[in-house]
């Protein structure tokens, strides 16, 4: 039983870490090059689309992504390339 506390307890202390180092890249411009008058033309397209309530979502999803990069240990690999099949902006 102490062996499972003791593994739980470092997983959410793993997740916590990344989630504090994705907040802290986001706002340092991990993803800067977003073009966002692009992405905001792409959006007016869809305004009456019943999923526009997460347009403004944006933000916490670039966060999330973050989370998932340094969960991963994406972020001390070399450079890749990434395909990102989702349903998100």
Known sequence: MLQRFL???KSVSRRGIAR???KRAVR????RG???EAMTAIRKGY?????R???DKFEH???RNA??????GLNKSRSLRILDIGCGG
């Open 7 to 9: 593994e739980k307890l």
């Open 20 to 22: 504090f180092r994705a």
């Open 28 to 31: 340092a411009g991990l993803f």
């Open 34 to 36: 977003i073009d966002l």
């Open 47 to 51: 305004d009456a689309h019943p999923f």
């Open 53 to 55: 309530k997460y347009h």
């Open 61 to 63: 999803s670039l966060i």
């Open 67 to 72: 989370e998932r990069i340094f969960a991963l």
